[in-house]
């Protein structure tokens, strides 16, 4: 166990923090005004989307100096660092994935940057390296993003992707020698390799132009099968509409080959989904749904049947099974109708269903029988999330289940007797006894609930200052179940609050909870934040002075919305990648996808006016008496989903405005994008730099640096 010294008293006044003596200056073009349904919008900083410019690398660098010249002067920083590299240093595995009675599986060493896949032929077989990543650069920038078994066992296509970027290469590995074939794919996006016959499909986009492939709209997404032994320019276009450019375009098939199921998305929450039968010589696509304001997920189709998890006509979701020569809507059955708990995934294992359920945003798990009966609850740990590895032919059942203060931990559960015991455990250095996780329910502004987890130490003291890290995202149907992070535990050792919010805009209580958070609603997320944060200090967690408000993406914008609308209720604010340009946030890659939560500036001037009213960038208030949190921005140079444009203007606004002498930098990362595929190194600098920046902000320290105070 690494040791922390717990709070003293303050015996001497605290040092000054270090101040910021000045920010570049970055240019303004008053000139470029645009014309929103008559209202005149002034967008000075627009030359900074062009992210190759020789001005914008101008101003990045001179960004980078001020932020690590700020950085280097927070003592504990190196501290934090250690402290974090410490608790990551540990053995981590993902669940196995068994198939021919073979295992693949991940596993980091601890330091690793990449986990690295291995293989293993039986149980007691010895495991073998299948792949690793951290070959494959000098940095550990490439990552794996997937990849897929051959229907016949001989060959494994999988994908790479490099500095966090979200275009994939595939490659082909055969199994038996570990020797890659020449099949190399590129330009590859927003997809996986389904195999069929002596190949596979996979989407694509065409080649971008030199100098764009990271902010140009991505448009014409294409589904292409690809031949094993043949270059990429000799693929057969299987799929593509170009009467609907902004489409995404998916295959799957059955492992049996038998059917294929087509989606179409980008215009909802959902898809449309048509299946075929590969076995019939004549036979064409039919169209089981046309919607995608819903979701309609295959489970597989077993003796003939078809089972889907669908939200229509279920905004908490449902299975239904239908024959897959009738799969059209009006054949469905109920399986195993809506209930008062948003349904989260269904799948299949040893012949039978494993359900899983959101309850008050915690993970509840059952098993059904093929029937739909429901035979048992699978027992948890406690709050927490936990996912599955299992199929219908195979007996062996995996989960993985995480909680707050419970590193991932791998089960194998045996169905039949509904017994659960432990696979792999990790050992993490730190004491999860110390702590305990509470859940609270907040009202909201208009009177809703909103669900709230709390993480703190056990000896806590509700004395108003206690330094609260509150995160939230609020978005895209996505839910924040509890999980493990080691990032949080020197934060949590250190005497803070972990407090994670269940914002309107996720799916926590089914596609309602969605649709309340979203276009001319989204003033309810922040709405909802905002009472989240008052019920902190209001219950007396912590204070003004100690509460800090991060989240990344879409949680990036609910920061940069909140922070604006109630200044006055942080002492620091780490908006990540996030969207803070709302009037033109669809003109980027593949911002136009995320219309159907947003809506555009374009749309009409309702939507302009809801946008215009809380982009981040255009209502940050300036003025002697605005007094702003510690802010610092974060984004990569690689982001493709949400362009760094958005953050670059977002903290030349900042810096510009009068709002306080408290700092607003911007963290710029190189070689990465969005988050995903990052190297462990690159996550323990930016996890360091983010807590001790909050820490130093907040005045409290770290470790001895804090018992001083």
């Known amino acids: 166990m690494g040791s922390v010294i717990a709070l003293a008293a303050c015996t001497q006044a605290p040092e000054p923090r270090y101040q910021v003596a000045s920010y570049p200056e970055t240019q303004r073009d008053e000139t470029v005004v645009d014309d929103y349904f008559g209202t005149k919008v002034a967008d000075p900083y627009r030359w900074l989307e062009n992210d190759t410019s020789a001005e914008t690398n101008a101003w990045v660098e001179a960004q980078r100096a001020v932020t690590n010249d700020y950085l280097s002067h927070i003592p504990f920083r190196g501290a934090i660092k250690d402290r974090l590299t410490s608790l990551m240093n540990y053995e981590r595995y993902s669940m196995p994935h068994k198939r021919f009675g073979r295992y693949l599986y991940s596993k980091n060493d601890g330091l690793q940057n990449q986990s690295v896949l291995y293989l293993q032929n039986g149980p007691d077989a010895e495991p073998e390296v299948l792949l690793d990543p951290n070959k494959l650069s000098d940095d550990g920038t490439v990552s794996f993003g997937g990849g897929s078994q051959s229907n016949d066992g001989k060959y494994y296509a999988y994908l790479i992707q490099r500095s966090g970027s979200d275009w994939v290469e595939i490659y082909v590995m ?65 799929y593509s509409n170009p009467a609907q450019p902004r489409y995404f375009h998916q295959v799957d098939l059955t492992e049996d080959e038998h059917y294929m199921f087509l989606f179409e998305s980008g215009q909802g929450a959902g898809s449309t989904l048509w299946i075929r039968d590969m076995q019939d010589p004549k036979g064409k696509f039919v169209q089981i749904a046309d919607n995608m304001d819903y979701y309609y997920s295959p489970i597989d189709v077993i003796n003939g049947n078809l089972y889907i998890f669908t939200n229509y006509d279920a905004p908490k979701g449902r299975v239904v099974c239908v024959p897959a ?12 109708p809506e209930s008062d708990n948003v349904m989260v995934s269904a799948q299949l294992a040893n012949g039978k269903m494993i359900v899983t359920y959101d309850k008050d945003a915690a993970n509840h ?32 059942v995996y989960y993985a289940f995480t909680s707050f203060v419970y590193p991932t931990t791998i089960f194998k559960y045996d169905i039949d ?3 659960s015991t432990v696979f792999r455990a990790p050992a993490v250095d730190f004491n999860a006894a110390d702590f305990t996780t509470e859940q609270v329910f907040v009202t909201s502004k208009d009177g809703t609930k909103v669900p709230m987890f709390l993480t703190y130490k056990k000896s806590l003291q509700k004395d108003g200052k206690n330094p609260t890290f509150l995160y939230g995202y609020g978005g895209f149907n996505i839910t924040l179940n509890p999980g493990f992070s080691t990032s949080r535990i020197p934060f949590l050792e250190n005497g803070g609050i972990y407090a994670q919010m269940n914002l ?46 991060n989240g990344g993406s879409n ?16 002492r620091v604010a780490v908006p990540q990648v996030g969207v803070m340009d709302m009037l033109r946030y669809h003109l980027f890659t593949i911002g136009w996808n995320w219309a159907s939560d947003y809506g555009t500036s374009e749309d009409n001037e309702a939507m302009f006016k809801a946008l215009y009213a809380y982009s981040p960038l255009h209502t940050i208030q300036s003025g002697e008496n605005v007094h702003y949190p510690a802010i610092m921005v974060t984004t990569a140079d690689h982001d493709d989903r949400v362009v760094p ?61 804090r018992s001083k105070k």
């Open 365 to 396: 798990a059952y098993v059904y029988s093929m029937d739909g009966k429901m035979l048992n609850e699978i027992t948890l740990p406690t709050y927490g999330e936990v996912g599955f590895s299992c199929r219908y032919d195979e007996p062996e």
């Open 555 to 570: 949680g990036g914008l609910l920061v940069g919305a909140v922070v604006n609308q109630r200044p006055d209720l942080f």
């Open 325 to 336: 020569k009738t799969p059209q809507m009006k054949n469905w059955k109920d399986l195993i």
């Open 645 to 705: 444009a958005h953050s670059f203007k977002y903290a030349a606004t900042l810096q510009a405005a009068q709002t306080g002498s408290e700092p607003k930098i911007i963290r710029i990362d190189s070689k990465a994008g969005h988050g995903g595929g990052k190297p462990v190194a690159k996550v323990l600098e930016e996890q360091a730099d983010i807590y001790s920046f909050i820490l130093y902000n907040m005045g409290v320290g770290y470790g001895e640096e």
């Open 417 to 419: 007797q509904n017994q």
């Open 504 to 549: 309107r805009g996720g799916n926590e209580y089914g596609e309602e909870w969605h649709i309340a958070g979203t276009k001319l609603q989204k003033q309810n997320v922040f709405d909802d934040c905002i009472a989240c944060a008052e019920y902190l200090i209001k219950e007396g967690y912590t204070s003004p002075d100690f509460l800090a408000l």
């Open 174 to 238: 055969d199994i038996a020698t570990k020797q890659l074939l020449p099949d190399h794919i590129e330009w590859a996006k927003f997809t996986g390799a389904s195999w069929y016959k002596d190949g596979f499909f996979y989407a694509a986009y065409d080649k971008p132009v030199k100098g764009k492939e990271f902010s140009n709209v991505n448009e014409n997404h294409k589904i292409y099968y690809h031949k094993l032994g043949t270059s990429q320019d000799q693929d057969q276009l299987f």
